[in-house]
C-alpha cells in the first residue's frame, strides 16, 4: 500500500488511478506532486524565517533606542559643556520663580528655559529624592509652591552643609515644572 500523491488516501502499490480522487499515480505525476510538496515547503521555510526575521528586528529597534539614549559619548559630554558655557545667565529669586509660573508657566519656561539660572532663596526642606540624591526646597512663605532644586553630581557633602533657614543662591542649568512648581535641575552651590 502507497498514499496517493493528491489525496493521501491508502492505495494499492500497482494503482494506475487513486479509487479517491482519480488521480494517475505515474511516476512522472508523483515526482510532480513531490516537487510541487518540497518547493511549497521551501517557500513555507522562507515565509517563517522572515517573519522570524522582522520579530528580531522589531525587538531590536528599542533595545537600541534605549542603549542611545543611556549612552553619553566623549563628544555628548563636550557638547553639554560647550552649551553650557555659551547659554546666558540670569539671576533670580526663588519668590520670582515661583510668581511667575504662577502668573504663566509657559512664558516663565520660555523667559527661564533656555538660561543658566542664579537662584536665591531661604532653604525650607533638605531632603533625599527615591535615589538617594540630595534636594532641596525653598521656602517662598505663604505660597504652598515652592522651587524644589536636585543636585548635579558631587554635591553632596555640600548640601550636607546646609542648614534649614539659610539664604543660599544655586547656579543651574535646567529648569522645568512638575505640577505648577518650578524644578531647578544639574545645580550646584
Known amino acids: 500500500m502507497i498514499a496517493c500523491w493528491k489525496c493521501a488516501e491508502q492505495i494499492q ?3 494506475v ?6 488521480a494517475n499515480q505515474s511516476s512522472l505525476e508523483r ?13 513555507d521555510e522562507k515565509s517563517k524565517d522572515r517573519k522570524k526575521n522582522l520579530l528580531i528586528l522589531i525587538g531590536l529597534v528599542p533595545f537600541i ?7 553619553t559619548s566623549p563628544s555628548d559630554l563636550e557638547q553639554s559643556q560647550q552649551t553650557t558655557d555659551v547659554l546666558p545667565m540670569i539671576s ?6 515661583v510668581k511667575a509660573y504662577d502668573e504663566n508657566e509657559v512664558r516663565a519656561q520660555q523667559d527661564y528655559g533656555n538660561h543658566i539660572l542664579d537662584v536665591t532663596g531661604v532653604v ?5 529624592d527615591i535615589t538617594n540624591d540630595p534636594t532641596i526646597n525653598f521656602d517662598v512663605g505663604g505660597t504652598l509652591t515652592g522651587v524644589s532644586v536636585d543636585f548635579a553630581e558631587g554635591q ?9 533657614g539659610q539664604t543660599i543662591t544655586v547656579r543651574c542649568n535646567e529648569i522645568s515644572e512638575v505640577q505648577g512648581s518650578p524644578v531647578l535641575r544639574q545645580c550646584v552651590l
Not at 488511478?17 to 482519480?22: E, G, Q, S
Not at 553632596?156 to 534649614?164: D, G, H, I, P, T
Open 31 to 43: 515526482n510532480r506532486a513531490a516537487q510541487d510538496r518540497v518547493a511549497a515547503q521551501l517557500a
Open 13 to 15: 502499490d500497482a494503482a
Open 124 to 128: 525650607g526642606s533638605i531632603t533625599l
Open 92 to 97: 533670580v529669586s526663588a519668590s520670582q520663580l
Open 156 to 164: 553632596s557633602q555640600f548640601v550636607a552643609e546646609l542648614k534649614k
Open 65 to 71: 533606542w534605549l542603549v542611545s539614549q543611556c549612552s
Open 17 to 22: 488511478a487513486c479509487r479517491f480522487c482519480n
